[in-house]
């Protein structure tokens, strides 16, 4: 298969994001975009405490309750937590999705 026909073919395919080491709660930094399902939230600020690191979080639509803290590990070991609208979700690392704004 000529050089070619590999760049066509890898041009045409879709994209796959594949797996990767679970989230370091260091790398995450205020201006970053975050999603988890189908809700995306950029961090606002960022605040490490003994055992956890916390981050403020605003949702892009803003009607939807504009405000959340994202907890997580200090470590990267452990569930995150995310707190929003009275309630709150625990969830592996692996189902965050980290856009970086650098």
């Given at each position: 298969?000529?050089?070619w026909h590999r760049i066509a073919r890898l041009i045409g395919q879709s994209?796959?994001?594949?797996p990767r080491q679970p989230l370091n709660p260091g790398e995450l930094r205020p201006g970053d975009w975050v999603q988890l399902g189908s809700q995306t939230w950029r961090v606002m600020?960022?605040?490490?405490?003994?055992?956890?690191?916390?981050?403020r979080l605003?949702?892009?639509?803003?009607?939807?309750g504009?405000?959340?803290?994202?907890l997580g590990?200090?470590?990267?070991?452990?569930n995150w937590t995310l707190e929003?609208?009275?309630?709150?979700i625990s969830f592996p690392p692996e189902l965050l999705v980290v856009?970086?704004?650098?």
């Open positions: 298969m000529s050089l994209r796959i994001r594949l600020a960022r605040r490490f405490e003994l055992d956890r690191v916390v981050f605003r949702c892009l639509r803003g009607s939807e504009a405000a959340a803290v994202l590990p200090r470590t990267t070991a452990g929003h609208g009275g309630s709150a856009f970086p704004v650098r």
